[in-house]
DNA sequence: GGGCTCATGTAAGTGGTTACATGATTAT
DNA sequence: ATAATCATGTAACCACTTACATGAGCCC
């Protein structure tokens, strides 16, 4: 009985705490979605679908008068999430990169083209590394408490995003170096304005 | 009419150079597979449809007696490429990495079974960078050849993967260090060897 | 002759996103 | 009152992978 990708994250965010579906998409969206997202078109149909293989169990727990079904790991669920974490296959690793992707085809486009390219890749990742540190007072908070490994992830985020901004930045300056720009003198002084 | 994401790789590999559908999958697997990947199940249709709205030609061009279609770019295709690669449109950026989602729930495990979620990780990355060590003598000569782009992107490769194998050994020693061995002074002298 | 690589495709299935439907509760 | 948030789901669609089918030429 493999596990699937959602299976994956829904039983990691339900080892220390019984939590919705709700709650699962606000805290994938809030810490992995940089590196596994999920969405609620997956996240329901997967809980029913460890519900019937016996690896969560769903409990009633409305909040006011608001009904809410929280889930938590069951011993076989325990066991299933332990089991994978320590199992040796190979890491699915999959990319999908645009930016780097049009730098790759870079060299049909004129050198300033090409820089642009370049530069909205960087300010990408910029945003990103902006946005991660918006959430770092968190993981602080995090660590204080006990648990190590999430705010270790959320590091391992913003530097790696700042090492492809300063990559981004050192091929920036060696293009416009290396690639004089076209046409520098082109004035149109000789162009009357018309207004 | 929407570039769809294998569009964008069939284009742009088809930029210098008329190619075949299967030329299109070996060029794809050889060098842009870790950051943008096809398969045939994908590339051969999608040559079908840029056949049909007009942004790709197709030729016979058999190889000995083994028949070969290889397809170009046609104006519009090259404007199609062109206007994608300079589109300001928010770029893709997809990842789906596993090691990185082992650690976010390695509070779970063992400290010893963290160790090797990390090192697992790091492994992983090592291999990436041997298997991209082995292409840069290619790399080096298609920059002596005056294309400068698609070996940048292979250093980029190589960089970042160093980086986060740095990164793993960084935490593996933090692990090590912080998180005294279990039981360190649990020998069984008391215990009789029963051979 | 047998196995490998070149070469082109299709069919079935999987994994995932997006949009929608519904409704209660809370905040402004 | 109404907008935002909490909460649960489904249906349609899209992107992508895998497996298969077919066949020719190449190398030993």
């Known amino acids: 009985m493999e596990l699937t990708n959602v299976g994956k994250v829904i039983l990691g965010s339900l080892r220390a705490t019984p939590r919705s579906g709700y709650e699962i998409k606000q805290l994938v969206d809030g810490s992995t979605r940089f590196f596994w997202a ?15 293989q016996g690896l969560v169990e769903r409990e009633s727990a409305p909040t006011g008068g ?15 999430l332990h089991d994978w974490l320590v199992s040796p296959e190979p890491l699915t690793m999959e990319v999908r990169d645009e930016g780097l992707l049009k730098v790759f085809f870079a060299d049909t486009l004129a050198s300033d083209e090409a820089l642009a390219v370049v530069r909205a890749k960087r300010a990408h990742h910029e945003a990103v590394v902006a946005r991660l540190e918006a959430v770092e007072p968190y993981a602080a908070a995090e660590r204080a408490g006990g648990q190590a490994f999430p705010p270790l992830t959320l590091e391992y985020g913003l530097g790696l995003n700042r090492w492809i ?3 981004c930045a050192d091929v920036e300056e060696r293009l416009s170096a290396g690639l004089p720009e076209r046409q520098p003198r082109q004035e149109r002084a000789d162009v009357p304005s018309t207004r």
């Open 66 to 80: 608001r009904r809410r079904t929280v889930h938590s790991l069951t011993e076989a669920g325990r066991r299933a």
């Open 38 to 52: 999920a969405s609620y078109g997956q996240i329901y149909p997967e809980l029913a679908r460890l519900g019937v």
């Open 165 to 167: 901004v300063a990559w």
